[in-house]
């Protein structure tokens, strides 16, 4: 779905800029434009800048003669859509009994122990039907076009067998299909030892090694593999061997590293040159300057931090070395039920130490960026997609300041206009 639109009388354009992530102090460059306007001709934007001189009068023309829709901004602010890369949405169940369990201080073991934990959503997820998971899909797809997420990275792992797996990956390709968001999908087979495999984690990567990677792969069913590296879980080597096949079979790779203990899977991430390394709330200095030498994007996720009561991301120290800093939702049933992108401007500008700029780039150009996108989207600039939003506000940094409010009046994908307010 691309299309033709011409939005005139933007009080304030703002996007970063470039075709790739922005590292260390690049994050803060902003581009600001007042009485701006944005031309986007079959979903590909032809001009965004100011409304005088020979450029604009250029596609002045070009938008009357081809007689292309006019939206008028009113003044209003412009700015990229938002890319959350980092998500587990497509799930079955709830575990809200487990959030109020968290609440009043219960420990994992203990939640393990009562049922919770990533088993139970598999349970239920291993019991919807394809069409299941399409009307889940659809809700939660509705629901981020409505706060400006024009991009989505999925992952698998609810299902921790070949069969589930697969529809989860599938469901994903067919709702990329049917709706506006686009959606990355990502093979996250390695998310948890399910109860089958109890004990046996190298055993269960056996598995999904010899019988599922070749599958994902070969019917392209995903981008990227992923992997639950953490000790007790998937330990350092289980996670190498995993990752590796992934590579072999032409998958990107991603890795869930250093959440709860500092084993050193940003270490590894940065080893095997994976694309992005994500929450590292524990990563150790020397593996955070391993990534940054290596050019691995370093994914934080506020909200699962938030909501589990745990020391947030040390964001602003990695961008002070060099990374090019990413921020995502996390969004998923147990450990951060939310995909509030207002809550991370807040979080991220009034806790992590990031500048609105550099909160801006790593929910749109740096997101893109860990998905290989960067070169497409993530920013308002020529020959990249239209996916513009519209907000309610006179200028980009209210998204922080007007703390945790949903600012979004359009969002607009590859130049159509796909939610109003």
Not at 253 to 261: F, G, N, S, T, V
Not at 285 to 313: H, N, R
Request: net charge negative.
């Amino acid at each position: 779905m691309r299309g033709d639109l011409f939005i005139v009388n933007i009080g304030q354009l703002a996007t970063p800029q470039g075709r790739g992530p922005q590292r260390g102090p690049e994050m803060k460059r902003l581009q600001l434009l007042s009485h701006a306007s944005i031309l986007v001709e079959d979903g590909i934007i032809a001009y965004a800048g100011v409304q005088e001189g020979p450029d604009y009068e250029a596609a002045l023309k070009k938008a009357r003669a081809g007689d292309y829709p006019l939206l008028d901004a009113g003044g209003k602010t412009c700015v990229p859509g938002f890319v959350d890369c980092h998500t587990h949405f497509l799930f079955a169940g709830f575990r809200a009994d487990e959030f109020f369990w968290r609440a009043e201080g219960l420990p994992y073991m203990e939640i393990h122990r009562r049922g919770g934990g990533i088993g139970r959503t598999t349970e239920a997820t291993r019991d919807a039907s394809f069409e299941d998971l399409l009307a889940l899909g659809r809700q939660r797809l509705s629901a981020m076009l409505a706060q400006g997420i024009t991009t989505v990275e999925g992952k698998s792992g609810y299902g921790l067998d070949k069969t589930t797996e697969l529809r989860q990956l599938q469901a994903m390709a067919a709702l990329d299909a049917m709706q506006p968001v686009d959606i990355v999908r990502t093979f996250m087979g390695a998310h948890s030892v399910p109860r089958e495999f109890s004990g046996r984690a190298g055993e269960y990567i056996d598995f999904v090694i010899d019988k599922v990677l070749p599958e994902v792969a070969g019917r392209r069913l995903a981008e990227f593999a992923d992997i639950f590296c953490e000790k007790g879980v998937f330990e350092l080597e289980d996670s190498r061997r995993y990752l590796q096949a992934a590579k072999a079979l032409g998958l990107g790779l991603k890795i869930h590293a250093d959440e709860i203990q500092p084993l050193g899977g940003a270490g590894l991430a940065a080893s095997l040159g994976a694309i992005s390394a994500e929450h590292l709330l524990k990563s150790s200095k020397e593996d955070l300057s391993a990534m940054a030498a290596a050019g691995v994007i370093a994914v934080c996720l506020p909200l699962t931090a938030f909501v589990l009561k745990e020391p947030y991301a040390d964001a602003r120290g990695m961008i002070d070395k060099g990374l090019a800093v990413a921020l995502a939702s996390d969004l998923n049933p147990g450990s951060c039920y939310s995909q509030s992108i207002p809550l991370i401007f807040a979080i991220a500008t009034l806790y992590l130490g990031l500048s609105f700029a550099e909160t801006l780039c790593a929910l749109t150009l740096n997101g893109a960026a860990a998905l290989g996108r960067a070169d497409k989207i993530g920013s308002l600039e020529v020959g990249k997609a239209g996916d513009i939003l519209v907000l309610d506000a006179p200028e980009a940094s209210h998204l922080a300041y007007h703390s945790g409010m949903n600012l979004v009046v359009n969002t607009i994908k590859n130049g159509v206009l796909v939610y109003t307010r």
